[in-house]
């Protein structure tokens, strides 16, 4: 229980008067002091569902499925007071995401019957959960543009999508109101999962609202307000977007689809989302958006909805001082003998859509799908870093193998669980009557752990600093 939790009479009194009428205020209350079942999503990236279903139950995790998402499921665990979950060798092998089941809803409506996933872009992406949802859909086909407006949240958005093996995702760092200008109708599908007063996070966070107002509730709306315009001129006439908050009050949510409405009226299709998952209707408003208060599916509360862009719009005019482009495309060439070396070195292929670039002595895998909006906008990560060149050939990169390598290569090197643990804490490997000479991909339960070297009779470790854990590691 959360007792101490302070829930603002403001607050009650505005959802009291919001609520439909066959949900309980009680109810409500009582389910805001409740905490969270916790919930995570499977990296189909990485596993299937099936295999991950009895790594699980090898564990004795309890996984109960997530309605609305087929790659989501409530877990149990017994070992929750030895280690947390994401020091488990899955979550740091990339094999699934800590996600809150009902940030799982904007993504599957995103997604629902729309193979329109060439370019797509998610307007406010850190920490990377509903990010890493879309890349698993597009299978790391196309190009993700993934953008954060908090400088500090661009590290974790970055690792988290190393982590899960996404190749095809580039950074920008923006207030996405620069899309619509910058970007115009240059996207098949948009995630605008807005910022917003957190109201449905309350059983997440003891302190969910101890910044609440009903002004600051306006000023967020103001925000959001221009959001949405921005992102709904950035779509492609055609395409679909999702708007959704995980807050509860109207002017965060209807309020704000009403007003891209009102702007460019008959452009703008809301879609029903009746039938997103069986049940849906129980969170569903009149203009067929999802309006889930927390106590309906015992989760966070939440806002979706599902607009459909049917004609073009204008956009603002705006001169653009972009900077000079520091990376060129590799020649056929290098490209070639790049990938050759890849091949030889450690049995890695370059993936399918992706191209290669090079800045300096730096070899970058980007999505060749991205080619057109490279002269537009400025990116600050693109695709992974693959090597590094030097005298003697490549230098390979952690990155690299947490994305392509699979685990079944013939240069993969198995660690048991006391060598993993040794691998994570950032220490040199010494396998019994085992020796090689070059790169290896270091495996652990059959998945890609990261690179190292031989030195001799030693595995040297090569866990870039930021990811070596020290404490809490998982149980032999």
Not at 190 to 200: F, H, N, Q, T, V
Request: charged content about 25%.
């Amino acid at each position: 229980m959360h007792p101490n939790i302070h829930i603002p009479d403001a607050f009650i009194e505005q959802i009291r008067q919001i609520m439909p009428e066959h949900l309980s205020m009680d109810e409500f209350i009582a389910i805001c002091k409740t905490p969270l079942r916790r919930s995570i999503r499977v990296n189909t990236l990485k596993i299937s569902v099936e295999s991950f279903l009895e790594r699980a139950a090898d564990k004795g995790w309890t996984l109960t499925p997530v309605p609305w998402c087929d790659t989501g499921f409530w877990i149990e665990r017994e070992d929750e007071e030895s280690v947390s979950l994401g020091n488990t060798a899955e979550h740091m092998a990339g094999l699934f995401y800590i996600q809150e089941a009902s940030s799982m809803m904007p993504v599957v409506a995103l997604l629902k019957d729309n193979d329109k996933l060439d370019c797509v872009l998610d307007m406010a992406s850190a920490p990377g959960s509903k990010t890493t949802q879309i890349a698993c859909a597009m299978n790391n086909h196309g190009a993700l543009v993934a953008n954060e407006l908090a400088a500090s949240r661009i590290k974790v958005l970055h690792s988290n999508l190393q982590r899960c093996g996404v190749f095809n995702a580039a950074l920008t760092h923006f207030d996405g109101c620069v899309f619509g200008s910058w970007a115009p109708e240059s996207f098949d599908s948009i995630l605008l999962d807005a910022p917003c007063s957190g109201e449905g996070a309350i059983r997440k966070d003891d302190d969910a609202m101890a910044n609440w107002s009903l002004q600051s509730v306006e000023d967020i709306a103001a925000v959001q307000r221009n959001l949405i315009i921005s992102g709904f001129q950035a779509l492609k006439p055609g395409g679909v977007m999702v708007y959704s908050t995980c807050t509860l009050n109207l002017s965060e949510n209807q309020q704000v689809c009403n007003h891209l409405k009102e702007t460019f009226g008959d452009a703008v299709e809301f879609e029903p989302l009746a039938d997103l998952f069986d049940g849906a209707e129980k969170a569903l408003t009149e203009e067929g958006f999802l309006h889930v208060y927390p106590q309906i599916f015992d989760s966070e509360g939440f806002f979706v909805a599902r607009i459909r862009k049917l004609t073009a719009v204008e956009s603002p005019e705006v001169k653009k001082r972009k900077g000079k482009f520091p990376f060129s495309p590799a020649s056929s060439k290098d490209t070639q003998a790049i990938t050759q070396a890849f091949k030889q070195d450690l049995d890695l292929s370059i993936p399918a859509g992706g191209e290669i670039w090079l800045r300096d002595k730096e070899v970058w895998l980007f999505p060749s799908q991205l080619r057109d909006l490279l002269s537009e906008i400025r990116f600050q990560r693109i695709g992974i870093k693959l090597a590094e060149q030097h005298k003697k050939g490549y230098r390979w990169q952690h990155e690299a193998i947490m994305t392509i390598a699979t685990g079944q290569e013939k240069t993969a090197v198995a660690l048991n669980a006391a060598q993993a643990k040794e691998w994570f804490m950032g220490r040199d490997i010494r396998p019994d009557n085992l020796s090689g000479k070059g790169e290896i991909i270091v495996t652990y339960r059959d998945y890609p752990i990261g690179i190292g070297k031989w030195v001799s009779n030693r595995i040297k470790n090569g866990l870039p600093r930021e990811l070596v854990r020290d404490t809490n590691l998982f149980d032999i």
